[in-house]
């Protein structure tokens, strides 16, 4: 079920008589959120994440799961809803009414879409990170390490990037024959460490 085909299910319904159960059962199996005012002073969640904010006069509304706010927005003109809301998530509308007046716009948000949208966005680690025209990483980039975890004497972990490689854990250990480290293998990351998107450049 999409978030417009739940939006028409609840639209024109009467206050206090949304969400029914099985409207929330259905919202949690599709991965949606519903959004409806309450009373003068609240903001409830439905669904995938059940919550309840305090949003008297309105303002902004913070969940932790979500990656942007809501705007609730009270109503103080005749005409106007009681309470409507604003974000930059994908959402679809729905009507809710007190009798013949209109109570709320409510909306339903896909937390699949969010998820999608909120992963097109910039990660400072990796956005943009290709540093010639092929798309390649060049030794042109300056090298760094470091030594990470607790291992024997004679062997050590390294979290690598730079001097032609992409980012890379190492592992070496000491030739006392030639006196230097060795390389004894190595693991190159699939995903960015920050955002964890695919990382293209290694395939």
Known sequence: MTKEELATIL????YGTIPTRKEVSLAKENNLIIVYGASDDLCEFAGTIEDEFDCYDGG???????PSTIEAIWGE?????SWSYKTDMPHAEFNIYDGDELYCIGMVID???????NMKQSCHMCFNARVDPDGELTDDNDFSSCAIGDFYDGYRAMLSAGYGKPVRIEFEGWNKDVERWVPLGHYYPKFCPNCGRSLMEYE
């Open 11 to 14: 639209n024109g319904k009467q």
């Open 60 to 66: 902004e509304i913070e969940c932790e799961d979500l």
């Open 77 to 81: 003109k005749d005409g106007e809803p």
């Open 111 to 117: 937390l699949n879409e969010v998820e999608k949208t």
